[in-house]
């Protein structure tokens, strides 16, 4: 039984491995995650806009925006 | 579960599928470049013993293969887990056993020779523990920052000569040990963690300690020397220790619920009583499993080798904090347990 639950917990980690390894495919995707879970860190929006300047100007310009605004509120540095 | 060695390669079989979308077309993400114009010119690097640039070197050489060179050192790594999580669960088997029989005096001669069989017997029924073990060490989802991070070439590498510094005869051990070192400046804690998983081995192994100590010390008295970023947090002692726990305690509670993972975690916007009670905690824990030893003596070996591989990080004052992909290492105390969980 203690066996069953491992070999299920094993394939839990599996898919979740295999979903998260999906991020790591493209920056534009790995920034998009760390923004889902970080949005108060204006550095995850600073590397969004990098990321997003060759295809959406506009949504980079936005980003960049944001990264700024947050930076400012929290008088924190906005790029590594 | 006579065939370790064919449910590794079934284990590794589902590695590949899972870090598949890697494997293909997938150039630099999130990288520190400062390695990628070095890794071209391999001759300037022989100096410097670093394996994981020499790999990186040689994926250079050859045209590619960067990604699936870390999908299958982290292979490899599982089958390190396999060999040394074995080992321990058999040494913790014997321990208990020998006890068991020196309560009720010295064993005759018949008796000796039954444990010894047993122990053999047992060895075989440990497969399956270890197994367990190494699953969870190559599945968890916290590895997927170091194996699909390039600059985790590091991590990779020095925990793949951690292992074997472990698990290998001793003239090997001491090579494996001086150039993880070498490899990874984390790596310095192979001398303790050598003492943890070896320390009850014959004399000869005993050897390798204070060789790998002196190793250690000319290493990184000439290493901390040229690499002066180590130490360039803008947090004072005390502050920076509780920060980095705040980290490892998040990190931690990754590897029980593996959901939120991120390239960048948010160390900024911490509340002050976690930074406050993140050190007490983490002592309160240390001391709570001290006191289980001796009833769970395989907790408090995981325990500590995930301090001792996580130890660096209060030692050296780099300006970041624990991330996912520093969690390699110590993946291996975690993995350890979970094998421990799985025995019958």
Aim: hydrophobic share 55%; net charge positive.
């Amino acid at each position: 039984m203690k066996r069953a639950g491992l070999i299920l917990l094993l394939a839990v980690w599996l898919v979740l491995t295999r979903h998260r390894v999906e991020d790591w495919t493209s920056n534009l995707r790995l920034w998009r995650s760390a923004v889902r879970v970080t949005p108060c860190l204006p550095r995850v929006h600073a590397n969004l806009s990098l990321a997003l300047r060759p295809i959406d100007p506009i949504a980079s310009s936005r980003e960049l925006a944001t990264a700024k605004a947050i930076a400012e509120e929290h008088q924190c540095v906005v790029l590594r | 579960m006579r065939r370790p060695a064919v449910t590794w390669l079934l284990l590794c079989g589902l590695v590949l599928s899972a870090y598949g979308p890697i494997l293909h077309g997938v150039g630099l993400i999130y990288e520190d470049t400062h390695w990628w114009s070095e890794i071209w010119t391999p001759v300037t690097l022989a100096p410097t013993w670093d394996l994981a640039h020499w790999s990186l070197s040689l994926n250079a050489w050859l045209g590619g293969g960067f990604h699936l060179t870390n999908v299958l050192i982290h292979c490899l790594n599982g089958w390190l887990v396999f060999v040394l999580v074995r080992r321990l669960l058999l040494r913790e088997w014997s321990a208990r056993r020998w006890r068991a029989a020196m309560g009720l005096g010295l064993p005759a001669a018949e008796d000796l020779t039954e444990m010894l069989h047993d122990q053999a017997a047992e060895g075989e029924r440990m497969a399956l523990p270890a197994l367990i073990a190494c699953a969870a060490f190559l599945l968890h989802p916290i590895q997927t920052e170091a194996v699909a991070y390039l600059s985790s070439r590091w991590e990779l590498v020095s925990t793949s000569l951690l292992l074997l510094a472990c698990v290998a005869p001793w003239p090997l051990a001491l090579i494996a040990g001086v150039l993880a070192m070498t490899t990874k400046a984390s790596a310095m804690v192979v001398v303790l963690l050598l003492i943890l998983v070896r320390g009850d081995s014959v004399w000869g192994d005993l050897l390798v300690f204070p060789a790998l100590l002196v190793s250690a010390m000319t290493l990184y008295a000439d290493r901390f020397g040229r690499l002066p970023y180590l130490f360039l947090s803008p947090y004072g002692i005390i502050e920076y220790a509780a920060r980095q726990a705040v980290a490892i305690w998040r990190m931690l509670a990754l590897v029980v619920v593996p959901w939120g993972q991120t390239v960048d975690h948010d160390w900024i916007n911490v509340p002050g009583w976690a930074v406050a009670l993140a050190i007490p905690a983490l002592l309160g824990s240390i001391v709570e499993v001290y006191r289980r030893r001796q009833t769970h003596p395989l907790l408090w070996l995981s325990a500590c080798w995930i301090l001792l591989a996580l130890a660096p990080r209060f030692v050296i004052r780099a300006p970041e904090f624990v991330s996912e992909h520093h969690m390699y290492a110590p993946m291996v105390g975690v993995a350890l347990l979970v094998g421990s969980w799985g025995r019958s």
